[in-house]
């Protein structure tokens, strides 16, 4: 079993958050998955962002406001 680090984006309304995640990769089940740390952190991300909580959603991920590109 090995691990490595990868990026994560998620996408809430005008937000998008870049995460950083482990992948662990094994030769039983599944592969690859997260830790249950990190998959708990991106849920905490979603939820600080559906509730335009940036403060706490900059503790744990870079944030990004999404602007549309005029047409």
Do not use: C, T
């Not at 952190?41 to 406001?65: G, H, Q, S, V």
């Amino acid at each position: 079993m090995h691990s490595r680090k990868i990026k994560k984006f998620l996408h809430e309304g005008q937000y998008a958050a870049e995460v950083e995640v482990e992948l662990i990769d094994s030769e039983k089940g599944w592969e690859p998955y997260l830790k249950l740390e990190d998959a708990l952190k991106l849920d905490e991300i979603r939820d600080a962002l559906r509730k335009n909580d940036l403060k706490r959603a900059k503790k744990l991920a870079k944030i990004y406001y999404l602007k549309p590109v005029a047409a």
